[in-house]
């Protein structure tokens, strides 16, 4: 994987044991196109973005790290099931 300047990638399973990449940038912020080719390098799939939506006041009730810009990207593939009869 290509190293970037000011960025972490890595992998990690959440709370319901859904697997995800987790990208976090320490200074600026993570742009669309940034986060699409981190996310080829890591592993080419198809990915839903988790995008923090919630007031900095609701922090305490959250698991969640507000200091720097950070996603998490799901395998859409894993939300998009489809059973055929």
Do not use: H, P
Request: glycine fraction near 2%; aromatic fraction near 18%.
């Amino acid at each position: 994987m290509k190293e970037r300047k000011n960025i972490e990638v890595w992998s990690d399973y959440d709370v319901c044991g859904n697997w995800y990449i987790a990208i976090r940038k320490k200074k600026g912020s993570l742009k669309l196109e940034e986060i699409r080719e981190i996310a080829m390098d890591w592993e080419q799939d198809f990915y839903a973005l988790i995008i923090e939506a919630i007031d900095k006041d609701f922090q305490d009730y959250y698991d969640w790290d507000f200091e720097d810009d950070f996603v998490r990207l799901y395998r859409a593939t894993d939300f998009l099931k489809c059973e055929k009869k």
